[in-house]
């Protein structure tokens, strides 16, 4: 059965950088059939799609956060990791990694249990 | 950007009653529609892809329709599990985009 568990800091101040790692476990990250994503949610708001990457390095990022987002992938550690940098309070969030199928535009199955991520001096 | 409503904001339903889910997109998005459920303190969990498939483990009384802009989703006869939040998220096109949400509360 395939597990995602998002890892990283819960603290991070303004102007920094977040990053967060995404262990993949039960299953390959470099299966041909998948992508792999990362979704954010606000404390009681809605899901904001961040990016999509594939093992071979493919990314697809949100035009909103593009100038800010970098995800990379770790394939002899089964990982893939986000970065976004000069964060204010409005990235504040839980940061979900999840599965997605298939190389177009695609649904997410599972999701990771989530990491809350506050940005605050 | 394609822009997914969903209404009603909040569901009000007595168990064993008929819930029925709106979401509309800004822009055709085919059949290229998902549902996700969500409850406190959890991540999302996918119950309907290609707008009317149940993912694997979904009960029956989950049921997904509509194609281009209109999609509904149906919970036939609401059990104690089902109260949460449902989510609709379009694939169609980059980048993706999830509506806003339905609260489906005990009346």
């Known amino acids: 059965q395939l597990q995602l568990q998002e890892s990283g800091p819960g603290l991070v101040k303004p102007s920094e950088t977040l990053s967060l790692t995404c262990t993949v476990s039960?299953?390959?990250?470099?299966?041909?059939?998948?992508?792999w994503g990362w979704i954010r949610q606000p404390p009681g708001k809605g899901l904001e799609w961040i990016g999509t990457i594939y093992y071979s390095g493919s990314t697809y990022y949100n035009p909103s956060l593009k100038s800010r987002v970098t995800i990379s992938v770790d394939t002899s550690k089964n990982q893939f990791s986000l970065k976004l940098t000069s964060v204010t309070a409005a990235d504040t969030a839980v940061y979900y990694c999840?599965?997605?199928?298939?190389?177009?535009?695609?649904?997410?199955?599972?999701w990771g249990q989530g990491t809350l991520v506050t940005v605050s001096s | 950007e394609i822009v997914m409503t969903q209404s009603p904001v909040t569901l009000s339903v007595s168990p064993g009653e008929r819930a029925t889910l709106s979401c509309r997109a800004s822009?055709?998005?085919?059949?290229?529609l998902a549902w996700y459920q969500q409850k406190p303190g959890q991540a999302p969990r996918l119950l309907i892809y290609?707008?009317?498939t149940r993912a694997t483990g979904i009960p029956a009384r989950f049921s997904g329709s509509g194609s281009g802009t209109e999609f509904t989703l149906t919970i036939s006869s609401l059990q104690s599990e089902d109260f949460a939040v449902y989510y609709c998220?379009?694939?169609?096109?980059?980048?993706?985009?999830f509506g806003g949400g339905t609260k489906v509360e005990i009346k």
């Open positions: 822009q055709s998005v085919s059949s290229n």
């Open positions: 998220q379009q694939y169609n096109n980059w980048p993706l985009t």
């Open positions: 039960g299953g390959s990250i470099t299966s041909s059939s998948y992508y």
């Open positions: 999840a599965r997605s199928y298939g190389g177009n535009p695609n649904w997410f199955d599972p």
């Open positions: 290609g707008a009317s």
